[in-house]
């Protein structure tokens, strides 16, 4: 199984997200639901396998969540002024409707990206490690959990703006 996540199979998770992006080229929710869904089980599988965080202290494992946060933030502001400026342009604020209408869109999934973010934001207090020693401490299983929330929903939020861009240009018309 630890060859699964160094090896050649890492292509597999991106093989997996790419598929979900495109798969809004078809409006096929089924698609993005498995792939998302295939992703879950990907991260869940890391953060519990027990080679995962070797060699991984609690500095970088808490700065590669806060990483994760960041680039989400980025994400969403970015995801905000597109939207802002196709709802601020009268003609380009009904082709959008026009355009998500056709492309079978419901409106609750343009927010869910927005919505997914604040969700990873959250500031939850955990402690780092219980252990103490000589030894370079390890992230315990409440910083674990931590990073696979906010890594998965990075994951998520990306593909969720993908996936809707490019149903959006599908139909655009």
């Known amino acids: 199984m630890e060859n699964v996540f160094k090896g050649p199979f890492i292509l597999l998770a991106y093989l997996i997200g790419a598929i979900s992006i495109a798969s809004g080229a078809f409006s096929n929710d089924v698609v993005l639901v498995l792939g998302l869904l295939a992703l879950l089980v990907w991260d869940l599988l890391y953060v519990r396998h027990p080679e995962s965080f070797k060699g991984r202290s609690i500095e970088s494992t808490n700065e590669s969540v806060t990483r994760a946060r960041t ?7 970015l995801y905000g002024v597109l939207i802002g400026i196709g709802l601020s342009q009268g003609d380009a604020a009904i082709q959008l409707s026009a355009a998500l209408e056709r492309s079978g869109t419901p409106t609750w999934v343009v927010a869910l990206p927005i919505v997914l973010s604040v969700v990873s ?4 207090p955990v402690q780092l490690s219980a252990e103490s020693g000589s030894e370079p401490e390890s992230p315990n299983t409440a910083l674990k959990m931590l990073f696979f929330l906010v890594v998965y929903l990075q994951k998520v939020v990306l593909i969720l703006i993908g996936n809707l861009g490019v149903r959006v240009m599908g139909s655009w018309g």
């Open 121 to 124: 934001m959250l500031f939850v």
């Open 71 to 77: 680039y989400i933030s980025w994400f969403i502001g």
